[in-house]
């Protein structure tokens, strides 16, 4: 079935550091690659996301790439802030009856040590 | 904008106990609906979808039971809680032909 492996499970940096997060995931055709972040007893808030005819896209700190061959993405944090740190959820949307199915990868907590 | 309510925030059931959770959205019409499970230090696990009212997809079986009694309002019910339902629930809506799914505060269940 779908899958989505994400890796790593847990990642620490430095303040001003840069982090990332790389996620592949096993439908070719899944077409749409959300990230979520998720903070202590909340719910996942969409930070950044990126469609399958696009391959990289960019919002201040934060970039996503996608390599649709490869069938592997990356999110991409430059010059942490202790308050981004915070569970990240990578995730690749599948077409459905209706709407879309996701599937989540099992997530990278992020440490950023000030 | 659009809002999305969940309730209650936190629950403590004994086992053997009927759950009921709720989801509402507000400033939008006819958005997709999901009920998600997340366990402590996990990822997301899809429980059911609805595309409309009374239109309930399932993704995996289990004690529960979803249910959509108007366009913005999504139940997760169980007749007889078990202590694996331990756990954080989470509705999630999306605009029906959009990609974007976004997610409500939580429910954090507590089965003892």
């Known amino acids: 079935g779908e899958n989505v492996e994400q890796h790593p499970s847990t990642l620490s940096v430095q303040e001003g550091d840069s982090a990332v997060i790389k996620c592949t995931y096993s439908?070719?055709?899944?077409?749409?690659f959300p990230w979520y972040k998720q903070e202590l007893g909340k719910g996942p808030q969409l930070i950044i996301d990126?469609?399958?005819?696009?391959g990289e896209k960019k919002d201040q700190r934060i970039a996503v790439t996608l390599n649709k061959t490869a069938k592997h993405f990356s999110l991409h944090i430059t010059e942490t802030q202790p308050e981004d740190s915070a569970v990240y959820f990578c995730?690749?949307?599948?077409?459905?009856?209706?709407?879309?199915?996701?599937?989540f990868g099992a997530g990278t907590r992020l440490f950023v040590k000030a | 904008s659009q809002t999305i309510h969940q309730w209650p925030a936190t629950l403590v059931q004994p086992v053997g106990s009927p759950l009921s959770l709720e989801c509402t959205v507000e400033?939008?019409?006819?958005?997709?609906l999901y009920w998600y499970r997340q366990a402590a230090g996990r990822g997301l696990q899809l429980l059911f979808y609805?595309?409309?009212?009374?239109?309930i997809s399932s993704e995996v079986p289990q004690n529960l039971s979803a249910s959509r009694p108007q366009d913005r309002q999504f139940i997760l019910s169980s007749k007889k809680l078990l202590l694996s339902d331990s756990g954080f629930y989470l509705c999630?809506?999306?605009?029906?032909?959009?990609?974007?799914?976004?997610f409500g505060p939580g429910t954090r269940l507590t089965v003892t």
């Open positions: 400033g939008t019409s006819n958005p997709n």
């Open positions: 995730a690749a949307s599948i077409p459905n009856t209706g709407g879309f199915k996701t599937i």
């Open positions: 990126i469609r399958s005819n696009v």
């Open positions: 609805s595309v409309g009212i009374g239109q």
């Open positions: 999630a809506w999306e605009q029906g032909g959009a990609y974007e799914q976004y």
């Open positions: 439908d070719s055709a899944s077409n749409y």
